[in-house]
């Protein structure tokens, strides 16, 4: 089984900041995509931002000039910083690691909660 740990949830304040960071086997991480999904109360699991292997990025369009999503190879990390956070933006965040060798895989963290309220 694959772990996945994410750290930095909280509460904030809207236009608060906050990091999120998921350390995942580095095995596996090199050749992954890694990824952030969000699932707000009542709601669907939403993509947030991933990152390719190579560094390419993709973000929701809700979140676009506000999170920035990287990854640091030497610590078999990523990352996402929140700026300007508003109270929307609440939700469980999971990490992500999808890929293929030999077969497709797809894991998950376990969830950490971000709060935005005033």
């Known amino acids: 089984q694959v772990q996945l740990v994410e750290l930095g949830g909280g509460s904030v304040q809207p236009g608060g900041s906050l990091r999120l960071s998921c350390a995942a086997p580095?095995?596996?991480?090199?050749?992954?995509?890694m990824g952030w999904y969000r699932q707000a109360p009542g709601k669907q699991r939403e993509l947030v931002a991933a990152i390719t292997r190579g560094g390419n990025t993709n973000y929701a369009d809700s979140v676009k000039g506000r999170f920035t999503i990287s990854r640091d190879s030497a610590k078999n990390t990523v990352y996402l910083q929140m700026n300007s956070l508003k109270p929307e933006d609440t939700a469980v965040y999971y990490c992500n690691l999808k890929g293929r060798l030999l077969r497709e895989y797809d894991y998950w963290g376990q969830g950490t909660q971000v709060t935005v309220s005033s």
């Open positions: 580095g095995s596996l991480f090199s050749i992954s995509t």
